[in-house]
C-alpha cells in the first residue's frame, strides 16, 4: 500500500500508485465496495414476477430479481455447488435459474430447489436449506435499487444522508415516481474508476477546456449564460456541483425543461427549501460514494428542430473491472408519468452529451486513458502524484439556498474531489 496519511484540513496529493496498482484495486474492492451500498439498476427494469437483470456489484455478480412474491432479490450469480456463473443472459424472465456445470435449481428468491439425483446421490438428509443463492441486503430510494453485502452497515437513508435532500429535487418531481424507459447502456472504458468518481463529484474546471467544443457548439445550453454555483458535501463520501441561472429570490420560479403545467406539481412535491435550490437549475450533477454518479440538465442546447426541451437526468454506475478498467453503466431516469415525446428528447439529451460516444464523454474517456497512459512510467510514479489543491483557500461566498451538507459557494473549486479521496483513503487506511 503507498504510503500516505491525511488529516482532514491538510493539503494533500494522492500517490499515482492507487491509479496503477493492482494490489489497491483489491484492496479497494475489499474495503470500499464491500462496506458501501451499491447501485445495481432501476425497478423499472424487473416490473414482473421473475423479471431479472445481471449486474455487477463491484467485481462480483449479481442478478437483480422480481420473486414470485413480487419482491426484489439481489442475489449472487454464483452457484453454491462449485461457484459456476448461474444465470448468463443480461435481461430475463424466469422463475428458476438451473446451473450448466451439474444441473442444480434455484427458486428466483435464491432457494435451492432441486439436486439431480439428490436423494440417491447425496442421502436423503441432504440439507439443501443452507446452500441458497447468497442474498444482499436490498433497499430502493426513488426507484433506484442499492444493495449491499455487508450486515454491519447502517440503511441506505442513513446512508444517503442529507444527499436525499439533493436527490429528491431530481427524482421526486413527479407523485407518479420515476422510470426507466430505455433501459441500461454499458460500456467498458480504459482507466481507473476512481477519475470517473472524482470527475463526476464535482470537476467544474475541466468543463471550458475539455469541453470547449461543446461550448462552442452551444451544446452547454443554459450553462454557457451567467450562473451561480456550488459544491456540497456530506458525510459517507457523497458530494455534488450545482448552478443555477443567477437571479434574484424575488424573481418568479421557473423550472427549465419540465413542461410549465408540471410546476404547481414540483413546488407541491418538493419542500420551498428543495424548490428554492432547484429552480432555475442549469446543472446538477455529482457522487453517491463510492461508484454511482448523476448528472441533470434541463437545457442543453443543439435541439433539432422542433424537439422538446426536456429535462435530462442521467444516472451512472462504474464498476472497477481492473485497475486499469471500468464498466460504466447508464440509465435515462425520468418522471414516469410525462409524455412519451419529453423522454424520447430527454433521451437524445443524454445520448448527444453523455452516451458512451458523446460530446463530452469522449472527451473525458480520452482524458482517462491518458493518465492510464502515464501511470506505468517509474519515475512519473515517483514524481507525479494527483493534485487537488484548486481553491483550497479560497472563502466560500454566500450560497443561494439553505440545503444541508458541507456547502462551499463556489463552482469551480476541488473540495469536491477533495472530500471523496479523504473519506476513500481514510477507508484505506483503516480497514485492516
Ligand atoms: S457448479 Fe453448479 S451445479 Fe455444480
Ligand atoms: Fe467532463
Not at 424573481?251 to 410546476?263: I, L, M
Not at 457522487?287 to 429535462?311: Q, S, W
Request: hydrophobic letters at 40%; charged letters at 25%; one cysteine or more.
Amino acid at each position: 500500500m503507498p504510503e500516505l496519511t491525511v488529516s482532514v484540513d491538510d493539503r494533500f496529493d494522492v500517490p499515482r500508485a492507487y491509479f496503477a496498482d493492482a494490489g489497491v484495486w483489491r484492496q479497494e474492492l475489499e474495503k470500499v465496495f464491500r462496506h458501501s451500498w451499491l447501485l445495481v439498476g432501476h425497478e423499472s427494469e424487473v416490473p414482473a414476477p421473475g423479471d431479472y437483470v445481471t449486474r455487477k456489484m463491484g467485481t462480483d455478480e449479481v442478478i437483480l430479481v422480481r420473486t414470485e412474491a413480487g419482491e426484489l432479490q439481489v442475489l449472487l450469480n454464483a452457484c453454491t455447488h462449485r461457484g459456476t456463473l448461474l444465470c448468463k443472459a443480461d435481461i430475463g424472465n424466469s422463475s428458476h435459474f438451473r446451473c450448466g456445470y451439474h444441473g442444480w435449481t434455484f427458486g428466483n428468491d435464491g432457494t435451492l430447489r432441486g439436486v439431480p439425483r439428490g436423494r440417491e446421490l447425496y442421502g436423503k438428509d441432504f440439507d439443501k436449506s443452507s446452500l441458497g443463492l447468497r442474498a444482499a441486503r436490498v433497499s430502493s430510494f426513488h426507484g433506484l435499487v442499492f444493495a449491499t453485502f455487508d450486515t454491519e452497515l447502517c440503511s441506505l437513508a442513513e446512508y444517503l444522508g442529507d444527499m436525499a435532500f439533493y436527490l429528491e429535487c431530481m427524482l421526486g418531481v413527479s407523485a407518479a415516481g420515476t422510470d426507466a424507459p430505455y433501459g441500461s447502456f454499458r460500456f467498458t472504458h480504459l482507466g481507473n474508476w476512481k477519475l470517473e468518481a472524482d470527475n463526476l463529484a464535482g470537476d467544474g474546471y475541466h468543463l471550458r477546456h475539455a469541453h470547449r467544443a461543446g461550448f462552442e457548439m452551444g451544446l452547454m445550453g443554459a450553462q454557457a449564460g451567467a450562473v451561480e454555483g456550488v459544491c456540497v458535501q456530506f458525510e459517507h463520501g457523497h458530494a455534488l456541483r450545482a448552478q443555477r441561472t443567477a437571479v434574484d429570490d424575488d424573481q418568479p420560479r421557473a423550472f427549465p425543461g419540465y413542461p410549465e403545467d408540471r410546476w404547481p406539481e414540483i413546488e407541491q412535491q418538493l419542500s420551498p427549501e428543495q424548490a428554492r435550490m432547484f429552480a432555475h437549475s442549469t446543472v446538477v450533477h455529482g457522487l453517491v460514494y463510492p461508484n454511482m454518479a448523476f448528472v441533470h440538465t434541463p437545457r442543453a442546447g443543439g435541439f433539432d428542430a422542433g424537439e422538446t426541451d426536456a429535462a435530462m437526468l442521467q444516472v451512472r454506475l462504474f464498476n472497477p473491472l481492473g485497475v486499469n478498467e471500468t464498466e460504466e453503466l447508464n440509465w435515462l431516469v425520468t418522471p414516469a408519468d410525462y409524455p412519451e415525446e419529453w423522454k424520447l428528447s430527454a433521451f437524445k439529451t443524454m445520448q448527444r452529451q453523455h452516451g458512451a460516444t458523446a460530446f463530452f464523454e469522449s472527451d473525458d474517456l480520452e482524458n482517462f486513458r491518458r493518465m492510464l497512459q502515464v501511470n506505468g512510467g517509474v519515475e512519473t510514479g515517483h514524481q507525479v502524484p494527483a493534485n487537488f489543491d484548486l481553491a483550497r483557500d479560497v472563502a466560500p461566498f454566500t450560497p443561494w439556498f439553505d440545503g444541508p451538507g458541507s456547502v462551499v459557494g463556489a463552482d469551480i473549486s476541488e473540495v469536491n474531489q477533495r472530500w471523496f479521496y479523504r473519506t476513500y483513503l481514510a477507508a484505506m487506511e483503516d480497514r485492516a
